[in-house]
């Protein structure tokens, strides 16, 4: 037999074997939200027959998982026609299908929590403005106190110390430039 014909046939052989897995994992993940569909479902039925506070205790001494899984596995059964309806239920996990039924009210949250941020942020970098040019207001005017600029640089470091952790040094150093620069105390190019 030639090298290139056992090779086309180990290739051949490979294609189908990983095709055969590939086929495998598919199957396991779709078991895999349909058995947390039919646990959620046991879930819901179980929980039915408890009592109020009994549902918890029951749960940890009997099932062995958390409340979180638990309501996990209800929230997808009581979903169950959404995550069927979905095209690619063969290649669904569980976290997909979780996100899958994400509602409307809770994407309006993340675009609430989102955009409170952003103002929070917005606030933060006017607050940082007016800071900085305060800062650089007193530079100025610490400056002007001081005969000559070495007696100035030599007044920074003694009242703002080098910081010892490597990145707060780093930013230390580029935030404290940039308001040398800015207050015009060092040139631009200075080093």
């Known amino acids: 037999m030639s090298t290139e014909a056992w090779k086309s046939n180990s290739l051949t052989e490979l294609a189908n074997r990983i095709r055969g897995y590939h086929e495998t994992v598919r199957q396991i993940l779709k078991s895999a939200v349909e058995h947390a569909m039919a646990t959620g479902d046991l879930l819901i039925e179980a929980k039915a027959q408890l009592d109020h506070g009994q549902w918890s205790?029951?749960?940890?001494?009997?099932?062995?998982m958390s409340e979180r899984t638990a309501r996990?596995?209800?929230?997808?059964?009581?979903?169950?026609?959404?995550?069927e309806a979905y095209e690619d239920v063969a290649n669904l996990t569980l976290n997909a299908a979780v996100r899958l039924l994400a509602s409307p009210k809770e994407d309006e949250k993340q675009d609430d929590l989102r955009d409170e941020a952003a103002d929070k942020i917005e606030v933060s970098y006017a607050e940082g403005k007016i800071h900085l040019a305060n800062l650089i207001r007193r530079l100025h005017e610490a400056k002007a106190a001081f005969e000559d600029d070495e007696k100035f640089k030599a007044w920074l470091q003694q009242e703002f110390p080098e910081p010892t952790d490597p990145q707060e040094k780093e930013a230390s150093d580029l935030i404290g430039k940039m308001v040398l620069v800015t207050a015009g105390v060092i040139p631009e190019d200075e080093n």
Do not use: Q, S, T
């Open 72 to 83: 996990l596995y209800m929230r997808l059964a009581k979903n169950r026609e959404a995550i």
């Open 57 to 64: 205790p029951w749960l940890r001494e009997h099932c062995e």
